[in-house]
């Protein structure tokens, strides 16, 4: 079993940035893919960036060149560093991990709520 804690959300107004960390604890061998997934009321959860233990990222085209994942393997822990933030970016934001795909685990949720 793999343990993830989130920190960092707040309320932020749009054009400010946030910093999420999410910390991973456990049986941390039946990971590699981390990421970081949103829920907005009404709307299912949507995966908007992902990394791999090797370094490689993706997005979803509504967060590109505004959002940026990274990894610390040594103290395993994912980043998401979110600038330029907008209101349609205000949600739920969830850490995730799993072995090649990122579903397998889930942390509690931090709200970020982004006013106009």
């Known amino acids: 079993q793999v343990q993830l804690v989130e920190s960092g959300g707040g309320l932020v107004q749009a054009g400010g940035s946030l910093r999420l960390s999410c910390a991973a604890s456990?049986?941390?061998?039946?990971?590699?893919?981390m990421g970081w997934a949103r829920q907005v009321p009404g709307k299912r959860r949507e995966l908007i960036a992902g990394?791999?233990?090797?370094?490689?990222?993706n997005y979803v085209d509504s967060v590109k060149g505004r959002f940026a994942i990274s990894r610390d393997n040594v103290k395993n822990t994912v980043i998401l560093q979110m600038n330029n933030l907008m209101p349609e970016d205000t949600g739920v934001y969830y850490c995730?991990?799993?072995?090649?795909?990122?579903?397998?685990?889930w942390g509690q949720g931090t709200q970020v709520t982004v006013s106009s």
């Open positions: 456990g049986r941390l061998s039946s990971i590699n893919a």
């Open positions: 995730s991990a799993g072995w090649g795909r990122f579903n397998d685990y």
């Open positions: 990394i791999s233990d090797g370094g490689s990222t």
